[in-house]
């Protein structure tokens, strides 16, 4: 199955620090590329020497249990670098050639690469059963990273990163945007409860930065709602930066240097509104990258790092919540369950909001993908991603009756709605978890 991104390769790099890919490009840059990266990553090394093909791996990811192509099997995927790396990095490889699976570079490799790194949500289930802890997730960041070295990063992480240079947020939000925004949700707030409930801004002296997803600001408004209750409730010191509005960090997904530019932001931002602590919004591969950046290269952060779910769960006993009468199932987002270490928090909320909680199966560690992870939600890939939805919607209908999909992160809730569509489920209301909590808190309003 051919990507359509072979048409997207580079427009305005230059934008975001990437040098645009070459007249006649060939395989010097990639193994060079792959060279330094196996120097500085000694697992990278090790996943490249282990695999024995014992083909676990290939049932449980949901890339090609969707798309039925045998390069989306983990293990072909991962061949894809294990070929070159084996041709320029190994004895046998170098001695023996293709005699031990070792391909030089060409273009195919590279057409491949686009193709194939670009069908993976790097969502690390293959790692779960892998008898070795494989993780092809880690494979395609780094594949990622050297395509983007050669300048060859699809248009929408290109978008993305421009934005982020500009604005500090995937959205291309500027500070009076903001401040209307945050004014509206103030009112919407009042208007539902009779409280002033406030979302602040750059509010020097604050103790907790509270880092969201862009989009919350204008697509997923509840999630910022709800946030925005719980710190009223708590009687927190808070504030959210109009210079890094973003929990989201698309540098994980294509290039590390841009990830780290990103973590280095949110960080500059906790320390000019003085925060001792940065709370994070409902964003998967944001909580990830944001845990790598604050515990990285540069030493520990000098705040604490916390997530939303974490935050909201430890203070649960203070909260003044009542059971909505509702059915709800959670799907766990990837870069929690598998990379994050959030598990139980999103699940002793909902048990303390809702009426009924269900699990879907399987779940937590086992969970699949939503099929939009990693990046692939631009248009271009809507056929590809529908498919790598498949799995999902299966384990949705087979939960039943629902009125509530719970999908703690800004990704699943831009994913799955078109995915339900797609394969016929009725219409479902869906969001963050943050959302019910701002539902089902009995604030002592004169209108709750
Ligand atoms: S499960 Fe692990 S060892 Fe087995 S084929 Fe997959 S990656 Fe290779
Ligand atoms: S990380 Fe996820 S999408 Fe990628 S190969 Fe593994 S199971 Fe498939």
């Known amino acids: 199955m051919k990507s359509p991104l072979h048409l997207a390769k580079a427009h305005d790099l230059p934008a975001i620090g990437i040098e645009p890919m070459r007249e006649g490009t060939d395989g010097e840059q990639l193994v060079s590329a792959l060279g330094e990266l196996r120097a500085s990553t000694r697992s990278l090394a090790v996943m490249l020497d ?45 001695v023996l050639g293709g005699f031990t699976g070792a391909r030089d570079v060409d273009g195919e490799t590279i057409e491949r690469w686009l193709t194939y790194f670009y069908q993976c949500n790097e969502c690390r289930r293959c790692a779960v059963f892998c008898p070795f802890g494989i993780d092809t997730a880690e494979i395609t960041i780094a594949a990622r990273h050297i395509l983007s070295r050669l300048g060859i990063v699809p248009k929408f992480m290109q978008g993305i990163a421009a934005n982020l240079q500009a604005t500090g947020n995937n959205m291309g939000i500027g500070k009076p945007a903001l401040l209307d925004s945050a004014r509206f949700l103030e009112e919407e707030m009042k208007e539902e409860t009779g409280l002033d409930i406030r979302i602040p801004v750059d509010e020097p002296g604050s103790d907790i930065l509270y880092v969201p997803s862009s989009a919350d600001f204008f697509t997923n408004v509840d999630t910022i709602i709800g946030a925005a209750k719980v710190f009223h409730v708590l009687g927190a010191n808070w504030t959210v930066s109009s210079s890094a509005l973003e929990a989201a960090n698309f540098g994980l997904l294509f290039n590390l240097s841009i990830m780290r530019q990103h973590g280095q932001r949110l960080a500059a931002a906790a320390q000019a509104v003085g925060a001792s602590m940065v709370v994070h919004g409902e964003c998967g591969h944001g909580w990830r990258a944001a845990r790598m950046c604050a515990e990285g290269a540069e030493g520990p952060a000098p705040f604490r790092l916390v997530h939303v779910l974490e935050y909201v769960c430890d203070s649960l006993s203070r909260l003044p919540l009542r059971k909505l009468p509702l059915r709800v199932t959670l799907h766990d987002p990837c870069n929690y369950a598998r990379a994050g270490g959030i598990v139980e928090q999103p699940r002793a909320i909902l048990r303390a ?96």
């Not at 969707?66 to 041709?87: H, Q, S, W």
């Not at 999908?407 to 869906?430: D, F, R």
């Open 50 to 94: 282990t695999c024995t093909k014992c083909g676990n791996c290939a049932e449980q990811c949901h890339s090609y249990l969707g798309t039925e192509d045998p390069f989306n099997i983990p293990a072909a995927r991962a061949d894809l670098m294990r070929r070159v790396y084996k041709r320029h990095f190994t004895a046998g490889g170098k």
């Open 353 to 448: 909001c809702v009426e009924e909680f269900v699990e879907m199966s399987p779940n937590g560690r086992e969970n699949f993908c939503c099929g939009g992870g990693s990046g692939l939600l631009m248009d271009e890939m809507l056929d590809v991603r529908l498919r790598l939805g498949k799995k999902k919607a299966e384990q949705v209908a087979a939960v039943g009756q629902l009125d509530y999909l719970a999908i703690p992160c800004s990704i699943c809730k831009a994913q799955l709605p078109p995915v339900m569509k797609h394969y016929g489920m009725p219409a479902l209301e869906m969001g963050g978890v943050i959302d019910l909590v701002g539902k089902a808190l009995n604030l002592g309003g004169n209108r709750t």
